[in-house]
């Protein structure tokens, strides 16, 4: 049971390239999340997905793009990355919408960084 | 604008002692407060969540506690042990942000020195 799957979990990008993050779920949910992790800033929410088909803003979308490719599969995109995109990312799913109570289960991340 | 302010940044605290991590908000329409704990080069996991309408919540060695009048929420570690130590998060969600994801505190590193 493989929960939450990220690839790359490392990533050492020069400014301008472009790159996917990929993420997988094996738990049958349907809510998905693409969250950044900056020291001293916690977890701020990119985008979202509520159920497959649709996508949302979140607090920090500028510079991604996102795709549910189905109900398992939620990708992050940056078109052309910028030392500020320098982050840790992480993949959450969970059953319902996490504001409605639903437990958010995160994957181990991917360490990007932006020369 | 940080809705969920969590302090103090890190917290040393010796084997047996009680960790204390505070939280403030001032969306009074957050209505649901987990935590979140992070070991180092993992994900974070739930590890325990709280509803306004109780001003405490225990599961084994860790309670939050809720103070809904003065809009702040802690999570307290009993006898507090070396496997404890790692990132803490707090963390909420209600009517105001759409009920869409939580909005997360900056994070409490914590290390419990044996």
């Known amino acids: 049971n493989a929960g939450v799957t990220q690839t790359p979990k490392f990533q050492v990008l020069k400014t301008g390239q472009s790159m996917t993050l990929q993420c997988a779920q094996d738990?049958?949910?349907?809510?998905m999340y693409w969250y950044r992790q900056d020291p001293g800033m916690g977890l701020r929410l990119i985008y979202y997905?509520?159920?497959?088909?649709?996508?949302d803003k979140g607090e920090v979308p500028n510079g991604y793009n996102v795709s549910r490719l189905n109900k398992r599969e939620f990708s992050l995109r940056l078109e052309s990355a910028a030392p500020s995109q320098t982050s840790v990312y992480f993949c959450?799913?969970?059953?319902?919408?996490?504001?409605?109570?639903?437990?958010?289960?995160f994957g181990e991340g991917s360490r990007l960084t932006v020369l | 604008q940080q809705q969920v302010k969590q302090s103090p940044q890190s917290l040393i605290v010796q084997k047996g002692g009680i960790s204390i991590i505070n939280c403030a908000y001032e969306?009074?329409?957050?209505?649901?407060f987990p935590w979140y704990q992070q070991f180092p080069g993992k994900g974070p996991a739930l590890l325990i969540a709280?509803?306004?309408?109780?001003s405490e919540k225990k599961e084994g060695r860790f309670t939050i506690s809720f103070n809904k009048s003065a809009k702040q929420f802690s999570l307290h570690i009993m006898d507090s042990q070396p496997g404890d130590s790692a990132t803490y998060f707090c963390?909420?969600?209600?009517?105001?942000?759409?009920?869409?994801?939580?909005?997360f505190g900056s994070g409490t590193r914590l290390q419990v020195q044996p």
């Open positions: 997905s509520a159920s497959e088909g649709t996508t």
């Open positions: 738990m049958n949910h349907n809510s």
């Open positions: 969306n009074t329409a957050f209505d649901y």
């Open positions: 959450a799913s969970s059953e319902r919408l996490a504001g409605n109570t639903g437990e958010l289960f």
């Open positions: 709280i509803r306004p309408d109780v």
């Open positions: 963390a909420a969600s209600g009517r105001g942000t759409g009920r869409r994801a939580l909005t």
